[in-house]
């Protein structure tokens, strides 16, 4: 089993800056790929950036540019978010998949952008 924490949501005025953190623990040595999602009110969850055990990188093609993904070695990921705008507003979640394709998720951290 592993779980995740996440931390760092809030609320910021448009072309502020956040950076989201995701503690993770338990079983970490199973998974081979972490990121985050996003989910605002009456939408789909969507992948925002995800890193894999092979050192690839994505991000979604709404926050190239102004998100970083990032993790270090204490099994902490995150998510520095600069330029943000009102679009961005959602719930951040934290996501890891382990080698025998199980699905962890955080409980979400909201972050709010004002106009």
């Known amino acids: 089993q592993v779980q995740l924490v996440e931390s760092g949501g809030g609320l910021v005025q448009a072309g502020g800056s956040l950076r989201l953190s995701c503690a993770a623990s338990g079983s970490t040595f199973n998974i081979i790929r972490v990121g985050w999602y996003r989910q605002a009110p009456g939408q789909q969850r969507e992948l925002v950036a995800s890193i894999s055990s092979g050192g690839g990188i994505n991000y979604a093609d709404s926050v190239k540019g102004r998100f970083t993904i990032s993790g270090d070695a204490k099994n902490t990921l995150y998510l520095q978010m600069n330029s943000l705008k009102p679009e961005d507003t959602a719930v951040y979640y934290c996501?890891?998949?382990?080698?025998?394709?199980?699905?962890?998720w955080g409980k979400g951290t909201l972050v709010t952008v004002s106009s």
């Open positions: 996501h890891g998949l382990s080698l025998d394709h199980m699905n962890y």
